[in-house]
């Protein structure tokens, strides 16, 4: 774009005025009624207006949107837009097509990965969205481990604001990729940091989350304190409740025992069928554990869940078709 203006002789300030359109969810050059009419005609056709094409709309019946993309070069990549009754609307954004990471339970690492996401291909998914009304919540829970492609996803980030998410209101889900945990602390911009757990017990989790291996949760814990530390911002904890593996007790009672009440919030997650052969955890166990975290101090939220009808619901995003 900007070298299209360059090109055409316009003045500078037209690339700002053109991206305030875009931020406030316009669809095309010709809806930009305060640009030369030259102008607009001479952008349509010639800058494309996302990176991304939708190649497929799903609608959940509680309200959720999955949108299927195609990025230029042929690769897929899912985002999901989530409207809850109080009116927040949530965007859930992908960071790379398919996953690079192998845990056990979750669809997109079943999936063949693809690449790393541009900032533009991030942006754009949340453009998507915008286009269809107000944001604002993001959370980069979508497809792939955001810290391996940091860059991208702060550069993307530096821009939510303008489409109506704060810093503030936007979460970054990691599964312990510790480099990308310090480099989040060290960033000026106040994102929030979301952990995913899944089990207090090394072995298990190894078990369930390869990745385990190479940032045990020990050093990956110690990243967490030093992020609560410097940011003042409490973490939080994800834990996928799975049927007989990490649902019992005395693993609610070992979980409370690594976490510090100061430091993290816990939120239990419902699982989502997938392929992997795991059952989910009865909303009885789930709410037993849930309590055992409460009674020992720990603050703890059961994950609603949104979009499940759709396979939109988390860990559920794979690009199938
Ligand atoms: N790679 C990052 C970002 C993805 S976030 C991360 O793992 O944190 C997606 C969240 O959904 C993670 O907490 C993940 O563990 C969880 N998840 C994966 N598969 C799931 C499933 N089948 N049911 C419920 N949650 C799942």
Redesign the pocket.
């Known amino acids: 774009m900007q070298s299209k203006l360059a090109e055409l002789g316009e003045p500078r300030y037209r690339l700002g005025q053109i991206w305030r359109w875009a931020a406030q969810g316009a669809g095309s050059f010709a809806e930009m009624t305060d640009l030369p009419r030259g102008l607009r005609d001479a952008l349509s056709g010639v800058v494309p207006f996302s990176t991304l094409s939708p190649r497929r709309e799903a609608h959940a019946r509680d309200g959720t949107v999955k949108t299927l993309f195609e990025t230029s070069d042929g690769r897929l990549v899912e985002a999901v837009l989530m409207r809850y009754r109080d009116g927040r609307r949530s965007l859930c954004l992908s960071?790379q097509s398919g996953?690079p990471?192998t845990?056990t339970?979750?669809?997109?690492g079943r999936m063949r990965f693809g690449r790393n996401l541009t900032s533009s291909e991030i942006l754009d998914q949340a453009l998507h969205f915008r286009r269809l009304g107000r944001v604002d919540h993001a959370?980069?829970?979508?497809?792939?481990?955001?810290m391996i492609n940091l860059d991208a996803v702060l550069g993307a980030c530096e821009r939510l604001p303008d489409l109506g998410v704060t810093h503030r209101r936007t979460a970054i889900?990691?599964?312990g990729w510790v480099p990308g945990i310090n480099r989040l602390a060290e960033s000026p911009m106040p994102i929030r940091l979301?952990?995913?757990l899944?089990a207090a017990d090394p072995a298990l989790r190894s078990q369930l989350m390869p990745v385990n291996d190479r940032y045990p949760l020990a050093e990956v814990l110690a990243a967490c304190r030093a992020f609560y530390e410097r940011k003042r911002r409490k973490v939080f904890i994800?834990y996928?409740m799975l049927a007989g593996v990490n649902d019992a007790h005395g693993q609610a009672v070992q979980l409370a025992e690594i976490l510090d009440p100061r430091i993290y919030k816990v939120n239990l997650?419902?699982?989502?069928?997938?392929d992997?052969p795991?059952a989910?955890s009865s909303a009885k166990a789930i709410d037993a554990f849930r309590a055992e975290l409460e009674r020992r101090g720990l603050e703890a939220t059961v994950r609603l869940t949104r979009g499940r009808d759709i396979d939109a619901?988390?860990?559920?995003l794979a690009a199938s078709s």
């Not at 959370?139 to 955001?146: K, L």
């Not at 997650?269 to 997938?274: A, D, G, K, L, V």
């Open positions: 960071s996953c990471l845990c339970f979750c669809a997109t959370v980069f829970m979508g497809m792939g481990e955001p889900s990691t599964v979301a952990l995913s899944h994800e996928v997650i419902p699982y989502n069928p997938t992997a795991y989910g619901a988390c860990g559920q």
